[in-house]
């Protein structure tokens, strides 16, 4: 029975994964469709304001993921309980791929538009501090050694790397900025068509967040238990 | 026109295909844990 169990456990287990991903490929389908065909194009922009349609939802979902990993960060601190590390860990790394995606979309965008890759605008700097402090987050982790100093650093270097957020999130408010604030408290700033069309890519974005976000934790634990198993066979053939 | 398309499917691919990119490396990752985990377990059995 015990061997049974054991065996159920050592399987990949692939039915779960494929099927979350096969109903969200069909979603991501979906609003690809609407981004770069059923939506209207813009009457200033044309069709680059589809890029719009991507380059928001990656922004939205990279700073989701920092506030998970800064919730987490504190919860780890709070309780020590190293799942809590792995979540902000899992997350954080997320949150660098999408800022990475957002920033290239980015300059996709200003290039025709504005008529260069880059500028310092404010927001444009604060994402690029951000980025950086989030790979400084993985540097950080990889240089320190014992599980739960480890976890405590990174835990505090978390929680002040996310100080950058609101400061991102405020840039073009706080600063004089050239960069669209699409984006707001009070919703979305798009006429109805448009609006639905990034609503879309919201949603379907943050599935992916959720999908990619259960994949990593999974593979962080596994990651702890091969940690524990190889101390464990060192021990006995010592 | 043709160029303002040009930018628009480099941002829709790089997002699509990166994502697409990273979900299989991830996949690849947890399934090589497994397989270190099922080995490491036999040789403390």
Known sequence: ?238 | MLRDLWFLWAAAGVVTLGTLAYTVLLWMRQTRLEQLVARLERELE
């Open chain 1, 1 to 238: 029975m015990e061997k049974h169990r054991a065996d159920a456990r050592r399987r990949p287990r692939v039915g779960w994964f494929l099927a979350a991903a096969g109903a969200l490929a069909a979603v991501v389908w979906a609003d690809l469709y609407l981004a770069l065909i059923a939506s209207p194009p813009e009457e200033n922009m044309g069709d680059l304001v589809r890029i719009m349609y991507f380059h928001v939802p990656c922004a939205w979902v990279a700073l989701f993921a920092f506030f998970v990993s800064f919730i987490a960060a504190g919860m780890y601190l709070w309780r020590r309980n190293t799942g809590w590390d792995s979540l902000a860990v899992s997350s954080a790394e997320i949150g660098l791929c999408f800022t990475t995606l957002a920033l290239i979309t980015g300059a996709l965008w200003a290039r025709p538009v504005w008529g260069a890759w880059w500028t310092w605008d404010p927001r444009l700097t604060t994402t690029l501090i951000l980025w950086f402090l989030y790979a400084g987050y993985f540097l950080l982790r990889g240089s320190l050694d014992g599980r739960e100093r480890r976890a405590r650093v990174s835990a505090v270097y978390g929680v002040i790397a996310f100080l950058d957020v609101p400061v991102v999130h405020m840039s073009v408010t706080w600063w004089r900025s050239i960069h669209p604030a699409v984006v707001s408290s009070q919703g979305i700033h798009m006429p109805p068509g448009m609006a639905d069309a990034l609503w879309m890519g919201l949603c379907t974005w943050m599935a992916v967040y959720a999908l990619l976000l259960t994949v990593r934790y999974r593979m962080e634990r596994q990651r702890e238990r091969v940690e524990r198993l190889v101390a464990r066979v060192r021990a006995q053939t010592s």
